[in-house]
T-cell receptor, first 112, second 116 residues
Framework: AQSVTQLDSHVSVSEGTPVLLRCNYS??????LFWYVQHPNKGLQLLLK??????LVKGINGFEAEFKKSETSFHLTKPSAHMSDAAEYFC??????????FGKGTRLSVIA | GAVVSQHPSRVICKSGTSVKIECRSL??????MFWYRQFPKKSLMLMAT?????????EQGVEKDKFLINHASLTLSTLTVTSAHPEDSSFYIC????????????FGPGTRLTVL
């Protein structure tokens, strides 16, 4: 069985400072891992995904994530937060065509 | 990138009425689509897998007679909330993989249902 744990329900950073959103996963086989972002009352947008290629994955809007098998982690980072980054972020795991398993989400607040 | 649309984006209805929500893949065909429900400040909960040409597969605890799913074509799936009640008020989101068996899902913008 697969599972995802997002370690922080809420993260608050100042504009221009680094962002770190933590995610740990559990999977029986080699998983695919994703980060999605959801702005208020909107659908989900794919930020990036890992599918057993390079362990450091670059996504849109300056975000990146590193797959660490030894730590079963897939943390999302960004060097410098913008106000527009304030949203809900979901870490997601998948194996093949099985339904996605979502983390509970991390709400990112960016303070001016 | 692939685009998935939902209609309507927002609906308010009276208790006891039925509401149909459409999910369309605009620039690709989707033999499988997924329906999720999201409560305020919560994560997405998978409700069912919609299969073109066959019955939907419902997750445990989801009433199939309450949430009717029809995958009418390779680009359209509909979710009908029958005899809606206030507890059915929620944000409903659909998704579709770009290709059969693909692991990357593209999500619709969601439908906000409010039942009075």
């Amino acid at each position: 069985a697969q599972s995802v744990t997002q370690l922080d329900s809420h993260v608050s950073v100042s504009e221009g400072t680094p962002v770190l959103l933590r995610c740990n996963y559990s999977s029986s086989y080699s998983p695919s891992l994703f980060w999605y972002v959801q702005h208020p009352n909107k659908g989900l947008q794919l930020l990036l995904k890992y599918t057993s290629a390079a362990t450091l994955v670059k996504g849109i809007n300056g975000f990146e994530a590193e797959f660490k098998k030894s730590e079963t982690s897939f943390h999302l980072t960004k060097p410098s937060a913008h106000m527009s980054d304030a949203a809900e972020y979901f870490c997601v795991v998948s194996q093949g065509n099985t339904p996605l398993v979502f983390g509970k989400g991390t709400r990112l607040s960016v303070i001016a | 990138g692939a685009v998935v649309s939902q209609h309507p984006s927002r609906v308010i209805c009276k208790s006891g009425t039925s509401v149909k929500i459409e999910c369309r893949s605009l620039d690709f065909q989707a033999t499988t689509m997924f329906w999720y429900r999201q409560f305020p400040k919560k994560s997405l909960m998978l409700m069912a897998t919609s299969n073109e040409g066959s019955k939907a597969t419902y997750e445990q605890g989801v009433e199939k007679d309450k949430f009717l799913i029809n995958h009418a074509s390779l680009t359209l799936s509909t979710l009908t909330v029958t005899s809606a009640h206030p507890e059915d008020s929620s944000f409903y989101i659909c998704s579709a993989p770009l290709r059969q068996g693909g692991d990357t899902q593209y999500f619709g913008p969601g439908t906000r249902l409010t039942v009075l």
